[in-house]
């Protein structure tokens, strides 16, 4: 069974901080990663993607890959109360004809 | 504008009826999903399409069945044979980039 895993939170970080979430899946294979945003009673919105180790940035946004230690993260920097969402992980690989796995995703709250 | 729409946005429903729950993009992708999310969980996929005229199951698919006939749709029927529809229903498309891309979903409630 294929697994993406996330810490539910709630997650509390002050305005203007960082906020790191984390992600980690069982499928070694896994060869595209996706961070997603999700505001309450809204539909899910991606907001970064990485299919190489290292760390891919994107405004305030990073998004890290470690293949080795199957974790992916996201740094969100200068944490604004606009941030505040469930954040979703999500995963694919090609021996699951790139259907994505997902996690339950951590909500996050910037506190002003 | 491109993008992925759904309707209704709200959607009631008595005990045994079927509905159904439109899902439209002009993003010209051929694969198009349907998941369920309820209160405070993640999502869950119940059909998938790849390719005009196919689909196939996803992890709940009990209660519900799909059609696609254009690849700009991908309709999915809330059977009376669900009973415990009351959810928030997400179609997604994705294209080469893998990547899904979601409608605003519609929120179905059982009377």
């Known amino acids: 069974q294929k697994e993406v895993e996330q810490n539910s939170g709630p997650l509390s970080v002050p305005e203007g901080a960082i906020a790191s979430l984390n992600c980690t899946y069982s499928?070694?294979?896994?060869?595209?990663f996706f961070w997603y945003r999700q505001y309450s009673g809204k539909s899910p919105e991606l907001i970064m993607f990485?299919?190489s180790n290292g760390d891919k940035e994107d405004g305030r946004f990073t998004a890290q890959l470690n293949k080795a230690s199957q974790y992916v993260s996201l740094l969100i920097r200068d944490s604004q109360p606009s941030d505040s969402a469930t954040y979703l992980c999500?995963?694919?690989?090609?021996?699951?004809?790139?259907?994505?796995?997902w996690g339950a995703g951590t909500k996050l709250i910037i506190k002003p | 504008d491109g993008g992925i729409t759904q309707s209704p946005k709200y959607l009631f429903r008595k005990e045994g009826q079927n509905v159904t729950l439109s899902c439209e993009q002009n993003?010209?992708?051929?694969?198009m999903y349907w998941y369920r999310q309820d209160p405070g969980q993640g999502l869950r996929l119940i059909y998938y399409?790849?390719?005009?005229?196919?689909?196939q199951k996803g992890d709940i698919a009990e209660g519900y069945s799909v059609s696609r006939e254009k690849k700009e749709s991908f309709p999915l029927t809330v059977t009376s044979a669900q009973k415990n529809p009351t959810a928030f229903y997400l179609c997604?498309?994705?294209?080469?980039?893998?990547?899904?891309?979601f409608g605003p979903g519609t929120r179905l409630t059982v009377l």
């Open positions: 999500a995963v694919s690989s090609w021996d699951s004809n790139y259907q994505l796995i």
């Open positions: 499928d070694r294979g896994s060869q595209s």
């Open positions: 997604a498309s994705s294209g080469p980039s893998r990547g899904q891309f």
């Open positions: 990485i299919y």
């Open positions: 993003l010209n992708h051929d694969a």
């Open positions: 399409s790849q390719i005009v005229n196919d689909f």
